[in-house]
């Protein structure tokens, strides 16, 4: 269940830098100076390392999510080591974000 859950998101996260890609250079600090949904929902950003929610540009906000979720996807356990006990729950929170 979890080399699924795992294999999942990879190919959501490798998507995601897909779309980033493309957006480099259309989504400017000028033009995206936040992280939003439409004229109702602004998002900010808040991890383990800086718990106070923040708001960012949007490009800056996808840069960061990139990073963060490299660095929780580049530690994922071998072919023969076990998963750690909050696996899924790491793997929630990288998927909210």
Known sequence: KNV?????????FDEVSQVVSLLDGVCTEECCPT????KDVVY????EKNPEPKQISAPCYMQTLLEYAY???NNLP???EPFPTD???KMGTLLKR
Not at 4 to 12: C, P, Y
């Open 35 to 38: 992280m939003n949904a439409g």
């Open 44 to 47: 900010s950003w808040a991890d």
């Open 87 to 89: 696996f899924k729950g």
């Open 4 to 12: 699924w859950i795992a294999s999942q998101v990879l190919g959501i």
């Open 78 to 80: 071998g072919e023969d």
């Open 71 to 73: 660095e929780k996807l």
